[in-house]
């Protein structure tokens, strides 16, 4: 398992790398932030089409080959990652 910090700003950030097709790739993502939404999904993630992660709060997935991205409105969030697998 491993956690690391990411800076997301206002274009689609890399936030985990998929696991493989046949064996999925465990992944939490932590708002770091009270006031800034974080929006997930894939490369072509926007405001308007992503997942909502209000502040304070967490997104958890298994990835099967996608990679996950994240991106901000304005500014930038940090956020934290928790990848096992």
Do not use: H
């Amino acid at each position: 398992m491993k956690s690391r910090s990411i800076t997301v700003n206002d274009t689609p950030t890399a936030l985990a790398r998929g696991g493989a097709a046949t064996v999925p790739k465990s992944v939490a993502v932590q708002n770091n932030s009270q006031s800034t939404t974080l929006y997930v999904g894939g490369p072509d993630v926007s405001v308007a089409n992503g997942f909502r992660v209000a502040g304070g709060g967490v997104f958890s997935v298994d990835l099967m080959g996608d990679d996950l991205y994240g991106i901000v409105d304005t500014g930038t969030l940090d956020v934290i990652v928790l990848e096992r697998g």
